[in-house]
């Protein structure tokens, strides 16, 4: 297995942090992952009626991001920022920063956040106030609070992070796009730490009638536990979810200078575009297989090196079949030999936060050797014929997982990992 490609400089994984709707933190989360928990339960946060086809979503319960952020803050904060901000100071803390370390400039300290939507629930409430009270009353802080670009923006002040900051907006590719595009930033020389990820809070009245009208939603109301069932053959849909996913991402020579505890590398970054519609995957999977390969080109990887797939794994009966064909086309003959797992099956879909919770589980794969399993797969689908450890979680060394993310729009990311092992 080929350590690097010569395409730049080494890129590791010193910290992560989860805000999830199984567990708000890294180890509650990744412990609640190993058991096969559902994070599925009805909505709170709204009172949906029986008008809402779907009335179900997997939440992030009993959230107080009071230790993080002041009383100002969180009244001031969309949702969406405030679980961003919450990962961030526990991925931050794990790798033992407090901002640039010693010898790294701040200017090359960067901060790149992917959010599909970004403060929606602002949004949602500021239009409500305009058609009943006026323009007058809407609030001066509505357009900074509601921008998906203010959640890098914010992480970037409190850390004081003056290099490269932005949000990469692609659906569901959102967060995969962020990390894909930190890496190559420290590869390239342009920054030494990047702290990237993504966060999305949409379980508001407008999201998930506006998905329910796509008929894209389970509508298994009555078992929300069971609603998310990627490769199962009963599968209608996916559950909305919503958090945050924060990874600190180092050069390898800084990491190794400041002594830092590494987790794990991120080896390859594919990326590619089915141009083909709007909402549905191109045929076989064609954009995957895209992103796939180059992933593993750009590692320098081949398919036998492969233990894990991340899948995008979304429980519609279209992603679920196009991503296994791409899978088994991509990998050949070694696809039977590697697990294929679908932890939206816990979490529901975060969408554009889905890639960095999905990427952070990957290298926490590596770096234990423990892959989580697919629950309720309980009907195989025929056409979904690859190993989805859906009689729970598995123990196997994980040298290498790739984690696939596709969006909205035909976009197509795949990240590779590798476990860190000092060579």
Not at 276 to 289: E, L, N, Y
Request: overall charge negative; hydrophobic content about 40%; proline content about 6%.
């Amino acid at each position: 297995m080929s350590q690097n490609n010569g395409a730049g400089r080494e890129v590791v994984v010193t910290g992560v942090g989860l805000v999830t709707p199984v567990g708000n933190d890294r180890d509650t989360a990744w412990s609640a992952l190993l058991r096969g928990e559902s994070g599925g339960g009805p909505i709170t946060h709204f009172e949906p009626d029986d008008a809402y086809a779907t009335r179900i979503a997997c939440e992030v319960k009993g959230f107080d991001p009071s230790d993080v952020l002041d009383p100002k803050e969180i009244r001031r904060f969309d949702r969406f920022v405030q679980l961003s901000l919450v990962a961030t100071d526990e991925a931050m803390r794990h790798a033992g920063l407090d901002g640039a370390p010693d010898g790294v400039p701040e200017e090359r300290f960067g901060v790149i956040i992917g959010s599909g939507i970004g403060g929606i629930s602002t949004f949602e409430d500021q239009c409500k106030t305009l058609l009943e009270r006026g323009p007058g009353r809407v609030s001066p802080f509505f357009v900074p609070m509601f921008i998906p670009d203010i959640a890098p923006g914010l992480i970037s002040i409190r850390y004081g992070a003056r290099g490269a900051n932005y949000t990469t907006v692609s659906a569901c590719a959102s967060s995969a796009h962020a990390i894909g595009e930190a890496f190559r930033s420290i590869q390239r020389g342009d920054s030494e730490i990047v702290i990237a990820g993504g966060t999305e809070a949409t379980i508001t009245p407008l999201t998930i009638a506006g998905f329910s009208a796509m008929k894209a939603m389970s509508t298994r109301n009555d078992e929300p536990a069971a609603a998310s069932r990627p490769f199962d053959a009963t599968r209608d849909g996916f559950v909305m979810g919503e958090g945050a996913g924060t990874l600190i991402l180092e050069s390898r020579e800084v990491a190794e200078a400041r002594g830092a505890r590494i987790l794990g590398q991120v080896v390859g970054y594919g990326l590619s575009a089915d141009a083909h519609h709007i909402t549905a995957p191109a045929p076989g999977g064609r954009g995957a297989q895209a992103a796939m390969r180059m992933a593993l080109s750009d590692a320098g990887l081949e398919p036998v090196d492969v233990d894990y797939v991340n899948a995008h794994g979304t429980s519609t009966p279209h992603n679920d079949r196009s991503e296994t064909t791409a899978i088994r086309a991509v990998l050949g003959d070694r696809a039977d030999d590697v697990v294929v797992g679908s932890t939206k099956s816990m979490t529901g879909h975060l969408l554009g936060a889905a890639g960095a919770v999905e990427g952070i589980i990957s290298v926490l794969a590596c770096q234990s050797g423990r892959i989580p399993p697919t629950i309720n797969l309980q009907n195989p689908d025929p056409d979904c014929d690859l190993d989805y450890a859906s009689e729970g979680a598995r123990e196997r060394p994980v040298r290498v997982a790739l984690s696939n993310s596709f969006g909205f729009g035909g976009h197509n990311v795949c990240l590779a990992f590798r476990r860190w092992d000092g060579n």
